[in-house]
């Protein structure tokens, strides 16, 4: 199995800068595609920002200049810098992986982190 840890929420006011973290750790052969998720009260999960193994980064338009996705040289850990947040980015935020397992070379399986709470006041 694979466990998804996320850090770095929090409150900050609007133009403010925050740092989320999130660790995957268990029987991980290779990590495809790592990514950042959120979730606002009444509102459906959304695409934040996604990064492959080869460096590729996607974003939502909605942060694009404003969020930044990056991940460590053992590609187990992605990071996503939010600068200039405003109000709207207050959600739930998830971290996603794409892993391929030790003993099952063939596909790779979807996990999700716990969710970390930012807040952005105005």
């Known amino acids: 199995q694979v466990q998804l840890v996320e850090s770095g929420g929090g409150l900050v006011q609007a133009g403010g800068s925050l740092r989320l973290s999130c660790a995957a750790s268990g029987s991980i052969f290779r990590i495809n595609l790592m990514g950042w998720y959120r979730q606002a009260p009444g509102k459906q999960r959304e695409l934040v920002a996604t990064?492959?193994?080869?460096?590729?980064?996607n974003y939502a338009d909605s942060v694009k200049g404003r969020f930044t996705i990056s991940r460590d040289n053992a590609k187990t850990t992605v990071y996503l810098q939010m600068n200039s947040l405003k109000p709207e980015d207050t959600a739930v935020y998830y971290c996603?992986?794409?892993?391929?397992?030790?003993?099952?070379?063939?596909?790779?399986?979807?996990?999700w982190g716990q969710g970390t709470q930012v807040t952005v006041s105005s």
């Open positions: 996603n992986a794409e892993v391929v397992l030790q003993y099952d070379l063939i596909r790779s399986y979807a996990y």
């Open positions: 990064i492959s193994s080869n460096g590729n980064t």
